[in-house]
């Protein structure tokens, strides 16, 4: 328990209340209209992952190095309302920061005063945390949950991970982006179970993230207050407001804060996996969209024109917090990547890629995907 004399150092039941109360409420649809959407993209996300495994021929033997391919699928497809985006995460927060949490509170109770600091900021905290929550509800269309601990109205799968619909941002999207709301729905579905076939189809995936993670949270060093200004800052760019005095200077980040050398390592890896990840469901979607999607290409256009344009303050939030700038970059340069790999040495060539840790691509391969070709193509034919 990460707590001190009972008082967390985040109060995560205050941060989910907070973002319940402040996130947007939804479209406006009807009763029958809300059963009918969310039976559509349960059936959508179904015939997804047929659509995604023909494609990737990530079912096929040797994907996973296991004869016969990987195992169908244990993770839970929930479709969810904007309050279910925001308890799901704020669990997957709680379950992965844990680590770090209790290395602050050691050090905060080693404070004289620490407790009644702790009563104060983990509220604080929470506040914020919800703040910020809120917003990012109202933004998210879908999500793979890879850390998800399971739970009575939220479950996940033996392995850990759920994969979460959020239906009210996808009518709202569609809506925005006046196209067709069947093809809009099945496109979105294509995107997030690509990511539940790359965790499912590779077995060793979600451990080597989860150990990359807490090998850099292992490594941070940062005070409670330190924490809690950060936190406040990332809250306040929400909403367009800059501190007094910060006209001018460069966004600051935890990452900023506690990075040594070995972290940044660890940094380096983690992004040039998020890009592979989220540039292979770019890819993936696009590539089986013509066949099933009839509107893709009107999809595809007005969808990148929102997401060029939209993306700015939600992207600022997220690098205050995290320090992972990246995110838009992740899906433009990692699709890049998949695309020029599939081209030069087909489908099967690329997945090579999920053999092991050793063979993810490097961000330095990410920009240069020749470098990877080269390295693990090579290599394993012999070459010198």
């Known amino acids: 328990m990460t707590s001190i004399g009972g008082v967390e150092m985040v109060d995560w039941n205050l941060a989910v209340a907070t973002a319940t109360r402040f996130v947007r409420p939804g479209p406006e649809v009807s009763r029958d209209e809300a059963r009918a959407i969310v039976a559509e993209l349960r059936r959508h996300a179904k015939s997804s992952e047929e659509h995604v495994r023909a494609f990737t021929r990530m079912a096929q033997p040797g994907v996973t190095g296991e004869a016969g391919g990987a195992a169908p699928h244990d993770t839970p497809v929930l479709v969810v309302d904007r309050p279910g985006w925001i308890r799901a995460n704020v669990a997957g927060f709680r379950a992965v920061l844990k680590p770090l949490l209790a290395k602050m509170e050691d050090r905060r109770s080693a404070t004289p005063g620490g407790a009644v600091l702790g009563a104060v900021g983990g509220k604080v905290t929470g506040v914020e945390l919800g703040m910020l929550l809120s917003f990012l509800a109202s933004r998210v269309l879908g999500q793979y949950e890879t850390f998800a601990p399971a739970s009575r109205d939220l479950p996940a799968g033996s392995q850990g991970g759920r994969l979460l619909l959020v239906a009210p941002n996808i009518v709202h999207v569609e809506r925005e982006l006046d196209v067709a709301p069947h093809d809009f729905r099945l496109w979105v579905c294509l995107h997030e179970e690509t990511h539940r076939t790359q965790f499912s189809a590779v077995p060793w995936l979600r451990d080597h993230i989860e150990g990359e993670v807490q090998s850099f949270l292992a490594e941070t060093d940062i005070d409670p207050g330190t924490l809690l200004e950060r936190l406040r800052e ?22 900023d804060l506690v990075q040594t050398p070995a972290q940044r390592e660890i940094l380096g890896r983690l992004t040039a996996v998020m890009s592979l990840l989220e540039g292979h469901a770019d890819f993936v979607m696009d590539g089986v969209g013509p066949e099933v999607v009839p509107s893709v290409a009107e999809i595809r256009e007005k969808f990148q024109k929102r997401r060029a344009s939209g993306a700015g303050r939600l992207d600022q939030a997220l690098r205050k917090l995290l320090g992972l700038d990246a995110k838009l970059r992740q899906y433009r340069d990692g699709e890049r990547f998949v695309r020029s790999v599939v081209e030069e040495v087909g489908m099967d060539g690329f997945n090579r890629v999920w053999t092991s840790p050793n063979t993810l691509p490097t961000k330095q391969e990410i920009a240069k995907p020749a470098d990877w070709v080269a390295r693990v193509h090579r290599k394993a034919d012999g070459a010198p």
Request: net charge negative; aromatic share 0%; hydrophobic share 30%.
């Open 234 to 255: 990332a809250a306040q760019s929400l909403a367009g407001a800059k501190p007094e005095g910060e006209e001018g200077e460069e966004s600051r980040s935890l990452v």
